[in-house]
């Protein structure tokens, strides 16, 4: 799997193709899931999966594509029930239940074969708060239908959310979070 700075070069080795050809037809989600990696101390660090909820994008250029992804507090999973418990309260699941990426815009990068470097661009909501994040990833144009992926760090912290603690501040969970988003549209 190429990640980061070796895909980034690879893209950069590539051609260029013109912007005409950078459609894509829409397409229902048929995969989707986003994992978060976090950090704490004292006890090993941890990786949980969400089930996208509900994903869908409008527009065929690129250059004008918008969308939206959810996926529900309540469906976070670590492995753990107890942890599970305590991120779900820490993220207010029963009165906040939804995290919800609104996509605006692409700026688009390097365009190798099917693959296109991309920007995502667009107003994240998590724990009630909604803030503008620019996020680099790549997307595999399908017809109809795309491939999506973006891996960046978010800090709980931006969104109101305290970073859960246990047995009196002993255990401690990093406030930045590593989010990886993968998306599959196709019929």
Known sequence: MLRGAAFAALLAAGARMPLAAQSVTPA???????????????VNDFTG???????????????????????????????????DAHLRRAMSADSLPLIRFELVGLDIGTTRGDTVAVTYQ?????????????????????QPGAEIHTEFPLDMREYGIDPPTRFLGAVRVDPVVGLTVHLVFAN
């Open 122 to 142: 667009g107003h994240l909501t998590i724990h009630g708060v909604t803030r503008t994040i620019r996020v680099p990833g790549w997307l595999i144009v399908r």
């Open 28 to 42: 229902p989600l048929r995969d989707g899931a986003v994992t978060f990696a976090m950090r704490a101390t004292t």
């Open 49 to 83: 999966h969400v089930p996208v909820a509900r994903a869908e994008f409008q527009g065929t250029d690129l250059v004008n594509v918008t969308g939206v992804v959810e996926v529900r507090v309540a469906e976070m999973r670590t492995g753990i029930g107890l942890r």
